[in-house]
């Protein structure tokens, strides 16, 4: 019996709706710096727009203090700070905290840095991270998460974590060549795996939107919108296919979601649209045709009010 691939690589996967929003968060870019420590140090990062930050702890142990909160950071333990909060990285023992800018660190390239500093002491070994977004759901789902997300051994499905961790150390502890880009698709994995987690384990009402797909109608009509953008999609139809009059559909939509189902799908169209700019060579007419639109200047409108530029300065960021 044959292996039929083309069958196989063309069957759609069905996906949750929290599945299919993380495969969708763009990240833009992901850069690195692998970090060795000696006491007493200590490391002051400034907030960092649109950029998730994350600290790991290859070997020894740090403190981090952000918002008034610390953290205690032990070998293989990490915290992800999603929206960028400036915050102090160091020894737990040190005063004098030195500004990112003014540390020495070598960069490798443009995506893989390395930094050796402190005062000669008891060494700490990190990989330190920075992950650039502009992908509008993205931004909007960073907006619900808490500044901190302190991943412990003991924490909950730690053991699923570990196999991505230590593949981190594996590639952080070697100079091979191509290191510096699995470390960057690793702490891209170990990112994504982590906010999933964090999700899945949490309860979703303090997720704001994201408890809408706890709510088997309200999640319907979003499997509906995601499944099929480009379908002229009206609240009669979405509220019809749901089982709810279009008075309430439209209510509990928007109490759930924070918008209206139609703002929603033009969220999600633009979204997507996004996401083709950069990463096809599709020319803007056939995007929009693919989404619903019926001209280039229609789609532009709706895709400039949504992502704060036009989709042809989207492009001309992208060099193929």
């Known amino acids: 019996?044959?292996?039929?691939?083309?069958?196989?690589?063309?069957?759609?996967?069905?996906?949750?709706?929290?599945?299919?929003?993380?495969?969708?968060?763009?990240?833009?870019?992901?850069?690195?710096?692998?970090?060795?420590?000696?006491i007493p140090w200590g490391i002051e990062m400034p907030l960092m727009d649109n950029c998730m930050m994350f600290h790991l702890v290859?070997?020894?142990?740090?403190?981090?203090?952000?918002n008034d909160e610390k953290y205690e950071l032990n070998?293989?333990?990490?915290?992800?700070?999603?929206?960028?909060?400036?915050?102090?990285?160091?020894?737990?023992?040190?005063?004098?905290?030195?500004?990112?800018?003014?540390?020495p660190i070598e960069i490798i390239n443009d995506r893989y840095e390395r930094l050796k500093f402190g005062g000669?002491?008891?060494?700490?070994?990190?990989?330190?991270?920075?992950?650039?977004?502009?992908?509008?759901l993205t931004l909007r789902l960073l907006d619900m998460l808490p500044d901190s997300i302190l991943v412990k051994q003991e924490s909950a499905r730690y053991s699923e974590l570990k196999s991505i961790i230590d593949l981190l150390e594996l590639e952080t502890s070697?100079?091979?060549?191509?290191?510096?880009?699995?470390?960057?698709r690793l702490a891209d994995l170990l990112v994504i795996t982590s906010l999933r987690e964090y999700i899945e384990n949490n309860d979703t009402e303090e997720l704001g939107w994201v408890g809408?797909?706890?709510?088997?109608?309200?999640?319907?009509?979003?499997?509906?919108?995601?499944?099929?953008?480009?379908?002229?999609?009206?609240?009669?139809?979405?509220?019809?296919?749901v089982g709810m009059s279009r008075t309430s559909f439209t209510t509990e939509f928007k109490r759930l979601v924070g918008n209206s189902p139609m703002e929603y799908l033009t969220e999600w169209r633009m979204s997507l649209a996004y996401g083709d700019l950069q990463n096809t060579k599709a020319s803007i007419l056939q995007i929009a045709l693919d989404y619903g639109y019926q001209s280039e200047s229609a789609f532009s409108r709706a895709f400039k009010r949504i992502i704060g530029h036009s989709p042809s300065i989207i492009r001309k960021e992208v060099s193929f």
């Open 174 to 184: 070697n100079s091979r060549d191509g290191s510096a880009g699995a470390i960057s």
């Open 212 to 241: 809408a797909l706890e709510d088997s109608r309200i999640s319907k009509a979003i499997e509906l919108v995601h499944q099929q953008p480009a379908r002229h999609w009206n609240l009669e139809d979405l509220s019809s296919e």
């Open 1 to 38: 019996m044959s292996f039929d691939y083309k069958t196989r690589i063309n069957t759609e996967i069905k996906e949750s709706s929290i599945g299919r929003l993380l495969d969708k968060m763009s990240l833009e870019s992901v850069f690195c710096t692998h970090s060795q420590f000696s």
């Open 58 to 66: 290859i070997n020894g142990n740090a403190r981090l203090c952000v």
């Open 75 to 103: 070998s293989g333990e990490y915290v992800l700070l999603p929206r960028g909060e400036g915050h102090i990285l160091s020894c737990g023992t040190s005063s004098f905290h030195t500004n990112l800018a003014d540390l």
């Open 120 to 136: 000669g002491g008891n060494k700490t070994e990190m990989l330190c991270g920075a992950i650039v977004f502009k992908h509008p």
